[in-house]
């Protein structure tokens, strides 16, 4: 569900509490649907570090490098939180539309989805304000800008395609079918290639964005929810129905079998150095870290109830 969101700095290897506390550039950002917080892992000590108060049902998390804030749709409050990620504080609640979903965020503005709506409210990065609501597909779901800012893809649940955003005019240019119920969605380092995890057809669509159009179609576990590409361009899927996650190369083609995790995994973020995915497991209240490289599970991390997004910052 372009449930996750990230907050990254250099070293995202754990580490020991025995360390000295430098200044965090690297902290992971999940939002707590059951428990209406965000927890906030630090990746250079291996701990969960903050619990923050955020409105009702938090589900998506976004940011971007450069972005001096990390935003949260609050799904039954109809709001956004916007957290400091220095201060790790709340800084403004933004009204957006029914049922906010996930965000994207560009230098500039912040997407959000309202899958209530079938809107996308863009937020002024700068003064967090609400600027326009652009009509999308049927119930948007997640969504992702791309590396230099200048289109947002949204995923739209109930209409079985992909609305291709212009990030400079925020307006709509392109819709792209893709499967049953997409739901998380995410693109590759050099923005070619977008990823959509269908959740009612158990497949990922791959899309080439240079033509906005579908080139492959590839089967993984049951009921696929959250997507992250790694730098190096392997592809993971967070497989909610079979507790699994696939891992996927460039062109769609599986990698060896599915990663098993711990129960409903949802959410999926990539560290930028390419050392670690992270995986929310709703069902478990934990966040699976697993490594980019060889798939391996590493690591699991006790967050809050409900665990969906996921999100990493610099």
Excluded: C
Excluded at 53 to 82: H, I, L, R
Excluded at 98 to 107: G, M
């Amino acid at each position: 569900m372009g449930l996750l969101a990230l907050v990254l700095t250099m070293g995202t290897t754990p580490a020991s509490a025995t360390e000295p506390r430098w200044p965090v550039r690297v902290q992971v950002f999940v939002a707590n649907s059951g428990s209406n917080t965000v927890s906030v892992y630090n990746t250079r000590l291996g701990e969960v570090v903050a619990t923050i108060p955020v409105g009702d049902t938090p589900v998506g998390v976004g940011t971007a490098p450069g972005v001096g804030g990390v935003y949260v749709a609050n799904e039954q409050s109809d709001t956004v939180s916007v957290i400091n990620p220095r201060s790790l504080e709340v800084v403004a609640t933004v009204p957006v539309g029914l049922h906010p979903f996930d965000v994207a965020v560009t230098p500039t503005y912040a997407y959000v989805t309202n899958y209530g709506s079938g809107t996308v409210t863009v937020i002024d990065v700068q003064t967090n304000q609400p600027l326009q609501a652009i009509e999308v597909g049927r119930f948007p779901h997640g969504a992702v800008a791309s590396p230099d800012g200048s289109r947002v893809y949204v995923a739209n649940n109930g209409g079985q395609s992909v609305t291709v955003i212009d990030a400079n005019a925020n307006s709509t240019i392109a819709t792209i079918p893709v499967g049953l119920f997409p739901a998380g969605i995410a693109l590759n380092a050099e923005g070619d290639r977008l990823y959509v995890a269908n959740t009612g057809s158990d497949d990922v669509t791959v899309i080439d964005t240079l033509g906005n159009r579908p080139i492959r179609t590839t089967k993984v576990g049951n009921a696929p929810i959250g997507v992250a590409v790694t730098p190096g361009g392997r592809v993971h899927v967070a497989n909610s129905g079979s507790n699994t996650v696939t891992v996927l190369e460039r062109s769609g083609a599986a990698i060896g079998p599915a990663l098993p995790v711990a129960e409903t995994p949802e959410g999926a973020a990539a560290s930028p150095d390419d050392s670690f995915v992270y995986v929310t497991n709703s069902g478990a209240d934990l966040m699976s870290v697993i490594s980019a490289g060889a798939p391996a599970l590493v690591a699991t991390v006790p967050v809050g109830d409900d665990p969906e997004g996921v999100a990493v910052t610099s």
